[in-house]
């Protein structure tokens, strides 16, 4: 096994997406052509795999002798738009965010990805893991883990209205509520249109008046 595939197995692991900003780094010292050719040498020797255009990974063995295990795709998008670690990024959004929280049960046809990453408004990207489409949208905030939660909640908000959800959508939003930190949410949603803001206040007049 090459010196390439122990460095990554090291500091990224098997069986995860390992993008080609992550090996630059690891060889900074290097020249670019000269990673490059360590990566090929390693792809050809079958230590390492590509998955796409600047995704690798380390083959994980499955039970099957001869087989690896196939990259998560969704590892991939995690990855891309996401999070790494205890970085964060991004959060799935739109339609794709009220089915993931119960706020509604309608299957999106599209992956909506609200992410820093995205270079404009909003980027179509190639489809991967079976979706038809992957839209990533620029945040009207900058996503951090600090504030990702009451983000997803002002997202979800703008795509509905309150007084129209049924006893189970409702009561999935106000439990996305109530884990977001009310200074955090009130202060990003003045990023946010009009409309947001009013939905802010109507459901937290809803939460003050006693059942």
Same mark, same amino acid.
């Given at each position: 096994?090459?010196?390439? !595939?122990? &460095?990554?197995?090291?500091?990224?692991?098997?069986?995860?997406?390992?993008?080609?900003?992550?090996?630059?780094?690891?060889?900074?010292?290097?020249?670019?052509?000269?990673?490059?050719?360590?990566?090929?040498?390693?792809?050809?020797?079958?230590?390492?795999?590509?998955?796409?255009?600047?995704?690798?990974? &380390?083959p994980e063995?499955? &039970?099957?002798?001869?087989?690896?295990?196939?990259?998560?795709?969704?590892?991939?998008?995690?990855?891309?738009?996401?999070?790494?670690?205890?970085?964060?990024?991004?959060?799935?959004?739109?339609?794709?965010?009220?089915?993931?929280?119960?706020?509604?049960?309608?299957?999106?046809? !599209?992956?909506?990805?609200?992410?820093?990453?995205? *270079?404009?408004?909003?980027?179509?990207?190639?489809?991967?893991?079976?979706?038809?489409?992957?839209?990533?949208?620029?945040?009207?905030?900058?996503?951090?883990?600090?504030? !990702?939660?009451?983000?997803?909640?002002?997202?979800?908000?703008?795509?509905?209205?309150?007084?129209?959800?049924? *006893?189970?959508?409702?009561?999935?939003?106000?439990?996305?509520?109530?884990?977001?930190?009310r200074r955090?949410?009130?202060?990003?949603?003045?990023?946010?249109?009009?409309?947001?803001?009013?939905?802010l206040m109507?459901?937290?007049?809803?939460?003050?008046? *006693?059942?």
């Amino acid at each position: 096994m090459g010196e390439i !595939v122990e &460095i990554l197995r090291s500091e990224i692991g098997v069986g995860k997406p390992i993008l080609t900003s992550e090996i630059l780094r690891a060889y900074e010292d290097t020249a670019r052509s000269s990673v490059f050719e360590k990566i090929e040498a390693s792809l050809q020797a079958g230590d390492l795999a590509r998955f796409d255009r600047g995704v690798y990974y &380390i083959p994980e063995s499955s &039970i099957v002798p001869g087989l690896n295990m196939p990259l998560n795709p969704e590892s991939v998008l995690r990855k891309k738009y996401i999070r790494d670690g205890a970085e964060v990024y991004g959060f799935r959004s739109g339609l794709t965010l009220l089915n993931d929280r119960g706020v509604s049960n309608q299957v999106p046809a !599209v992956l909506e990805i609200t992410t820093n990453r995205s *270079p404009r408004r909003v980027y179509s990207v190639k489809p991967i893991g079976g979706y038809r489409e992957i839209l990533l949208r620029k945040p009207r905030v900058l996503v951090c883990a600090g504030n !990702v939660i009451e983000l997803e909640f002002l997202d979800a908000l703008g795509l509905v209205d309150s007084r129209t959800l049924n *006893p189970n959508e409702y009561e999935a939003l106000m439990k996305m509520l109530n884990s977001c930190n009310r200074r955090i949410l009130f202060n990003a949603a003045q990023n946010y249109p009009t409309r947001t803001m009013i939905n802010l206040m109507r459901i937290e007049a809803e939460c003050a008046v *006693p059942a």
